[in-house]
């Protein structure tokens, strides 16, 4: 600096205005500060405004959010655009408290209130308003998100529309950002579109994080520009690096999937954490399926059931649904059908038709509450009188059960007969309706063409039920060899009932070779799976030796099961025992 101009800094507040400018543009604040402040004292605004960005910076003198507000209100006063941008900014992002209707000496601590309050949107739009109107284009951005985005009583429209317009004339990427999207209102012509793709580019251009997503959104899709998967990626992750979490979410899954970059699933997991931990409930909820599904190592259902529940707190419904399904088979988190009703609830309430199934399903096994009940019966009856065949099913059986509603077995077989031609389970339960002559009049031979046809394609009750009409020859012909065939393929399935038949019929009494090897293999299997008949039968063959293997012991034991049970036959099984056996 001239020799001249360090004189007059003594002298005058201007100079020192220009002397504390020049030590503050070459990095030594700390001697350009009580330069800068005498300035200030002396009421110049752009000292003012310097010395309360040196207070909000730490700039040659401690922090001090207040004495910063302070500083920049009054150089606002005096017109100082920058200062007014600054002070609108800081109350709209609740970091001016204390200062509202021109407090100017503040009521916060001088070296408190650090932490965001309260956004206070009269004051951000007061300042906001000065600044555009004195024609600045970050000024007239602010204000029209203050005029499209604040409180019901501050919001026009109209107005904003055209702050947006004039900033992106000044070519402000917020400016930019705001107008396009203005503009995407209404994009019936191709003129329109073409700004629209225009205003965000130079928004992107100019390193706008929310801009650069959205324009890699439309070289996703091919929207306004030709279809680009490698130049969305790379602007996904342009905007993950400066923090868009929907930007961290979409950078993260093209890692993972290696869409448009070679794969690299540890990084894209990194970014989808990331993400999701900003609050991206989409994110969260493709991590906990990542960690539910497993791959090169095995699922981790206890962390996968973590972030499905972040996401489903925030409504995801895919999220709350896969939650639920956890806590209904007790991966990864302690069996609850009451939690899993509840995460049910949240995804039926955000439209997963699969979760309206899951919730009725669970309802018709005795868990939920009565409101549960009577929406899940709504969201049925709805959808069935709109078509869905599987929701006439879902609706017939609430009807069947009085799940919801009064129970009304005459309209129950009318909506499942409306579902039987496409659903296997109404079949099944029409079937079944026609054999007890249930809401309908019985109708054996009926009744039992549609068991059969549920149980052609391997529905395990259909084809217990089938075996046993085909073992008793309710509703057509008697065929123990064909009933054999069908309890086969149910026992197969895991059907503990079906295993007790194969066992029972290879054990002799009817139309097939006996093979009482066979029919103990199967008794053991259905006590296995806790059938209290097949537990006597088995401690039958294992006492009386009928199929070659001898063991009291393990007799007492399954027949002891089976009394525990309530079965009669089989304490007195137990009461004819060697008393020396149990020795």
Excluded at 334 to 348: F, H, T, Y
Excluded at 353 to 381: C, K, M, P, Y
């Amino acid at each position: 600096m001239p020799v001249f101009d360090r004189l007059t800094a003594r002298l005058t507040a201007a100079g020192a205005l220009r002397r504390g400018l020049s030590l503050l543009e070459g990095g030594d604040a700390k001697r350009a500060f009580p330069l800068l402040a005498r300035a200030a004292q002396a009421g110049l605004k752009e000292a003012e405004y310097r010395i309360g960005r040196c207070y909000l910076e730490a700039a040659g003198v401690p922090l001090s959010r207040p004495n910063g507000v302070r500083w920049l209100e009054r150089a606002a006063v005096q017109g100082h655009i920058e200062a007014q941008v600054v002070l609108a900014t800081m109350f709209l992002h609740g970091l001016a408290e204390g200062f509202a209707s021109g407090d100017s000496a503040g009521s916060a601590s001088l070296f408190g209130g650090t932490a965001p309050t309260e956004p206070d949107f009269p004051s951000a739009a007061k300042w906001a308003r000065r600044a555009a109107e004195g024609g600045s284009a970050e000024g007239q951005a602010l204000l029209a998100y203050i005029l499209s985005s604040g409180p019901d009583d501050l919001r026009n429209a109209a107005e904003a529309d055209r702050w947006y317009k004039q900033s992106a004339e000044g070519n402000c990427a917020q400016g930019h950002l705001g107008h396009a999207l203005a503009l995407a209102r209404n994009t019936s012509t191709a003129e329109v579109q073409e700004e629209v793709v225009r205003h965000l580019r130079l928004a992107a251009d100019q390193g706008l994080a929310t801009a650069i997503y959205l324009y890699a959104m439309l070289c996703d899709r091919g929207v306004g520009v030709p279809q680009d998967s490698a130049r969305a990626t790379e602007l996904y992750r342009q905007a993950a690096l400066k923090g868009h979490r929907g930007a961290q979410a979409r950078w993260g899954f093209a890692l993972t999937k290696g869409q448009g970059v070679a794969a690299n699933p540890l990084e894209g997991e990194s970014w989808l954490r990331r993400a999701a931990l900003a609050g991206d409930a989409e994110a969260a909820a493709v991590v906990g399926d990542l960690y539910a599904t497993g791959g090169a190592l095995p699922p981790n259902y206890a962390e996968a059931a973590m972030w499905f529940r972040r996401a489903a707190e925030s409504g995801h419904r895919g999220a709350s649904r896969a939650l639920a399904m956890l806590y209904l088979t007790g991966a990864g988190v302690p069996r609850d059908q009451a939690e899993a009703a509840k995460w049910l609830r949240v995804s039926s309430e955000g439209g997963d038709h699969h979760a309206h199934v899951d919730l009725g399903n669970l309802l018709l096994r005795g868990e939920g509450d009565e409101q549960d009940s009577i929406r899940t019966r709504t969201w049925f009856e709805q959808a069935a009188a709109a078509g869905d065949p599987i929701a006439a099913f879902n609706y017939g059986v609430c009807l069947a059960e009085g799940v919801g509603i009064e129970k009304d077995e005459r309209k129950a077989a009318e909506w499942l007969r409306k579902a039987a031609d496409t659903v296997v389970n109404a079949q099944y339960w029409l079937g079944r309706m026609l054999l007890e002559g249930r809401g309908v009049e019985q109708n054996l031979e009926e009744g039992r063409a549609w068991v059969a046809k549920a149980a052609d394609v391997g529905m395990t009750e259909a084809l217990t039920l089938l075996g046993d009409l085909m073992l008793t020859g309710r509703g057509g012909p008697k065929d123990h060899p064909a009933a054999l065939a069908v309890f086969q393929i149910a026992a197969d399935q895991g059907h503990a009932g079906a295993m007790f038949a194969v066992g029972a019929m290879h054990g002799g009494g009817h139309e097939v070779p006996t093979d009482r090897t066979a029919a103990q293999k199967w008794f053991r299997a259905a006590a296995e799976h806790g059938h209290s008949h097949a537990q006597m039968m088995l401690g039958r063959y294992l006492a009386r030796n009928l199929a070659g293997e001898l063991d009291i012991e393990q007799a007492r034991v399954w027949l002891e099961r089976a009394a525990a049970q309530g079965l009669e036959e089989a304490s007195a099984d137990l009461a004819a025992l060697p008393v020396e056996a149990s020795t």
